[in-house]
């Protein structure tokens, strides 16, 4: 059972920034693919993100140039960095592992307001 613990969430203003980050309970070597979804109110959740243990990285189109996807393998950590910052990134945002099955986080709440 992988765990998996996100942190960085907050108030932001628009445009500005935050970084999310997924703690995971073992080593991300051995994960094929670990992003982000994210989950705005009343809607479904949605693919933000993912990397894959190649080295590829996948963006929604409705991030893409704003996020950045990274992993610190020796804290096996994936982070999101999110830029420019829009009212419509509100969300819960989930981290997911993919180790044979699909393990998610907690999630981390996004707030873009001013």
């Known amino acids: 059972q992988v765990q998996l613990v996100e942190s960085g969430g907050g108030l932001v203003q628009p445009g500005g920034s935050l970084r999310l980050s997924c703690a995971a309970s073992?080593?991300?070597?051995?994960?094929?693919?670990m992003g982000w979804y994210r989950q705005a109110p009343g809607k479904q959740r949605e693919w933000v993100a993912h990397?894959?243990?190649?080295?590829?990285?996948n963006y929604a189109d409705s991030v893409k140039g704003r996020f950045t996807i990274s992993r610190d393998n020796a804290k096996n950590t994936v982070y999101l960095q999110m830029n420019s910052l829009k009212h419509d990134d509100t969300a819960v945002y989930y981290c997911?592992?993919?180790?044979?099955?699909?393990?998610w986080g907690q999630g981390a709440q996004v707030t873009v307001s001013s």
């Open positions: 997911f592992a993919d180790h044979r099955v699909r393990y």
């Open positions: 073992e080593s991300i070597d051995s994960m094929s693919a």
């Open positions: 990397s894959t243990n190649g080295g590829t990285a």
